[in-house]
Every structure is written in C-alpha cells, then in structure tokens.
C-alpha cells in the first residue's frame, strides 16, 4: 500500500495558478501510477489528470486539457498538477490517487489510494 499527502492548495483569483504536490511514500511508491481527482461541494469526485510510472502516458478531463499540467519526479516520489488560468469552477477538494494499473485511473470508484485532500478555491 502506499501513502499519499497532497498539498500546495489555497485560494486564488480568477486566471491564477498553483501547483499541487502529491508525496507519496512507501517502498513501491515509484511503481505506481497516480492520478489527481477533484470533488466540489455536492458533487461526485471527478478525474482530472493522470500519469503513468514512468512519467509518460498523460491523460486529462476535457474541462482541465491546455490549462492543467501533470507531471513527477520519482527521485522525491511527488506527482505535481500545475493549475494556470483558474476559473471559479475550478473550485474543489483535489484529492491524488495510486494504482498499479493506470488504466483504473480514471474512476473514483475503483481506486482504493487516496490521499486527504487539499481545498482549491477560486475567486470571481
């Protein structure tokens, strides 16, 4: 099993940008492929963005495509999203994910690594 922190949320005006970090920790952590999920209030968790291990195989929600940017660095085990031209809809608990096959990530459902959560707000 591997641990997952995420961080690097805040609150942001409408075009900005942050970078979220995902940690993850634990002997394989490097094997997994990760993904970045987000949930606003009264919605379902939604995909946003996902990578294989290797650092390749990229994938996006059509709502984040030319905007967000994932990526990782395996020597530190994080996975990042880089988040520019932010829109109020945007606004969401971000929420990263690991699963040995990324095929699974891309449904909340059937992936079983989370981490906490970090809130994401974005101001008109």
């Known amino acids: 099993q591997v641990q997952l922190v995420e961080s690097g949320g805040g609150l942001v005006h409408t075009g900005g940008s942050l970078r979220l970090s995902c940690a993850a920790s634990?002997?394989?952590?490097?094997?997994?492929?990760m993904g970045w999920f987000r949930q606003a209030p009264g919605k379902e968790r939604e995909f946003v963005a996902r990578?294989?291990?290797?650092?390749?195989?990229?994938g996006y929600a059509n709502s984040v495509k030319g905007r967000f940017t994932i990526s990782r660095d395996n020597a530190k085990n994080t996975v990042y999203l880089q988040m520019n031209s932010l829109k109020p809809e945007d606004t969401a608990v971000y929420y990263c994910?690991?699963?040995?096959?990324?095929?699974?990530?891309?449904?909340?459902?059937?992936?079983?690594?989370w981490g906490q959560g970090t809130q994401v707000t974005v101001s008109s």
């Open positions: 634990g002997r394989t952590a490097s094997d997994y492929s």
């Open positions: 994910a690991a699963d040995l096959l990324l095929g699974r990530l891309w449904n909340p459902a059937d992936l079983k690594s």
């Open positions: 990578i294989g291990w290797t650092g390749g195989n990229t």
